[in-house]
């Protein structure tokens, strides 16, 4: 689990560049996310997926994918990947 030193880092990281990325690459989701795609939570995730959800609040993405718990599902711009492989474009 990532330590508060480390969260301040990702915050920074988006402020250099705006708070706008194309993508964002987790393990794990935002906690709204979370509740909604599976019916039981890890212990110990819980500061690290309200930290993503502060994530996705404040950040401009256009998608977002993790894969946290082994299983296809697709909830809007969250896109939870386990056997399913996305080819990511970029300019």
Known sequence: MPN???YEEGHRNLE???NKV???LTHSCPESIAHQLVTYMYSGEEQLQRYLDVIAEST???EWYFGHWHLDD???R???LYDRVFELEYE
């Open 16 to 18: 250099k560049v705006g």
């Open 78 to 80: 969250f896109h939870c």
């Open 4 to 6: 508060d030193i480390e």
């Open 74 to 76: 697709d909830l809007g």
């Open 22 to 24: 194309d993508y964002i």
């Open 60 to 62: 401009e993405y256009e």
